[in-house]
């Protein structure tokens, strides 16, 4: 570990701390969770959880995104606060939130303003319903598949009124695009969802879980006598949810050779710090749905030991295929993007509802 | 009256803000020059109003007044507005003093209208939880009890979407 000695001398204090507080904080939320039930303070404590659990999430997957960027382009990425650079996003938090949030002439200040929220807070409202394991979920409401998706779709307000609100010629196309991108995905992806419904016959993500218990040939990834599709719905919704968060190679909302940053090309300091907390827990909510209809949530792979960090396990790996894609595929083109959902996803989308509900009539649960 | 500390309390409170966050919102859409205002403030009308559901133990209806009102009227709006783009700086003219004066009328005599029908109807009982939200009690509802709207619905969609297709192709001929 090379460090500049005073870079070392100022963070000392911090590091121990820092890595213990974490785990100890699931630890100690998971313990005091399953021995009250239910109540006033469950519902408190599960807002601040969820919140700085968003937030954390925002942080270090930024410094993840950049360590696998760095090593998948042979470069070692940020290396030199904290070990590994593992203090970096606090310090580029502080950063951001300690610089002046320009207002450029011209905008609509409330709306420019409250984008960035709107972007946000859907996001972590969606986490309320995540059921990170088997008792470990704020709310386990019968149609939490469907809120989640509720709330997403809050998320296209946000970029909308965020790219028109800054009155910028780039930020407005940037919208544009983004919602003629979100709209053609969300149609595969809900087709997606109707499927696994049918298949499921329960919206509570929860139940979707307890379905899979057992061995990993539970997983409804590999429920060949529900559709012997299951794997490509996956690879479907995988990449929907990529096109959903507006995540390279179809980021074409913040196409910075085009666009300059798209829709966040005038906000400054925190106000585009926001927006990326927000992309950040879109992708988390995408890959919890993901792991959670797909490879069985908190189930353990051989029926033994589950519990969240199987939950967790599986979904920072999709969170790093994710990252994985950004940085190997170029940015699509507009056209081969909608292309692509209008021609070949939704058309397969729409083949495999049709052989998933022969197969039920064929072979019923 | 419950203490507020309990939950009973803190419902109460969210009933009063979840309402406040409705009107509120309703009188954004309707007082503001700026059309993207005027359609977050419907939003967040909508908002409260998915609110008001969820208090009422409909989470389904909850849900589905965000996916559908938020998430596509509205964003369809916002988007209809950027590609039109009917010139910001155009100020529409105010009201006349007796046209202030009779919409407020109107509106006192319909919110007294609502409020004398609210008040004299018999409401049928809400003895149990009308839908649990499960995916058969909703299919239940939508294909037996509902189907008829549910029909009308579809109708009303199919006449909007004729529509569109009329007037992008009346458009396109005269380009």
């Known amino acids: 570990m090379i460090l500049h000695p005073e870079t070392k001398k100022a963070l000392a204090p911090f590091v121990l701390p820092g890595l213990i507080a974490g785990p100890v904080l699931i630890v100690g939320l998971y313990l005091f969770l399953t021995s009250i039930p239910g109540g006033l303070a469950r519902v408190i404590i599960f807002c601040g959880a969820l919140i700085i659990f968003a937030a954390l999430n925002a942080a270090y997957l930024v410094w993840l995104e950049r360590k696998v960027c760095a090593h998948i382009q042979c470069r070692i990425g940020p290396k030199e606060v904290g070990p590994f650079g593992l203090i970096q996003p606090l310090v580029d938090g502080i950063k951001l939130m300690s610089k002046q949030l320009l207002l450029p002439k011209g905008i609509d200040p409330f709306l420019f303003k409250v984008a960035p929220l709107l972007v946000l807070v859907p996001a972590v409202m969606s986490f309320v319903t995540i059921p990170f394991g088997e008792h470990l979920a704020a709310r386990n409401i019968n ?30 196309i940037s919208a544009a695009r983004a919602v003629s991108q979100n709209v053609a ?10 499927t696994m419904i049918m298949v499921t016959g329960t919206m509570n993500l929860n139940e979707i879980v307890m379905q899979q218990s057992g061995w990993f040939g539970n997983w409804y990834i590999f429920r060949f006598t529900a559709s012997p599709l299951m794997p490509v719905a996956f690879l479907i919704f995988f990449v929907c949810s990529l096109a959903e968060t507006n995540r390279a190679p179809f980021d074409l909302g913040e196409a910075e050779s085009e666009l300059i940053a798209g829709f966040h090309t005038e906000y400054s300091g925190m106000g585009f710090g926001v927006f990326f907390m927000g992309e950040y827990a879109n992708i988390v909510i995408g890959c919890s ?52 959902s209008w021609k070949i996803l939704i058309p397969i989308t729409l083949f495999n509802l049709l052989l998933t509900g022969a197969m039920l009539k064929i072979w019923p649960h | 009256m419950s203490s507020l500390v309990s939950v009973e309390g803190l419902a109460g409170v969210v009933f009063l803000v979840v309402v406040a966050v ?46 559908i009102y938020v998430g596509a009227v509205c964003v369809t709006i916002v988007f209809a507005i950027m590609l039109a783009d009917p010139g910001a700086d155009k100020k529409p003219g105010g009201m006349t003093a007796v046209g202030t004066a009779g919409s407020l009328g109107v509106g006192a005599l319909f919110a007294w209208g609502l409020a004398a029908l609210g008040t004299t109807t018999m409401w049928p009982a809400a003895a149990v939880k009308v839908n649990d939200g499960s995916v058969k009690a909703v299919g239940h509802a939508l294909l037996t009890t509902y189907s008829f709207v549910f029909e009308l619905i579809s109708v009303v969609l199919l006449l909007a979407i004729i529509g569109a297709l009329a007037l992008a192709r009346s458009g396109r001929d005269k380009a």
């Open chain 2, 22 to 67: 409705t009107l509120i919102g309703g009188v954004i859409a309707t007082s503001s020059t700026r059309l993207p205002r005027a359609v977050s403030g419907l939003a967040l009308c909508l908002i409260g109003i998915a609110g008001l559901y969820y208090f009422l133990n409909s989470p389904f209806l909850a849900a589905m007044e965000m996916l």
């Open chain 1, 185 to 194: 995905y969300e149609i595969p992806m809900l087709i997606i969802v109707i």
């Open chain 1, 289 to 340: 749905l993901a792991t959670i209809l797909f490879l069985g949530g908190w189930q353990s792979p051989v029926g033994i030991a589950s519990g969240w960090w199987w939950f967790l396990l599986k979904l920072y790996t999709l969170i790093f295929c994710v990252m994985w894609v950004r940085w190997t595929y170029p940015r699509t083109t507009l056209w081969g993007l909608l292309n692509l």
């Open chain 1, 143 to 172: 149609i939490g598949l469907l809120m989640i998706f509720a709330f997403a779709s809050v998320n296209v307000l946000g970029l909308l009124l965020g790219g028109w609100g800054s009155a910028n010629k780039y930020a407005v």
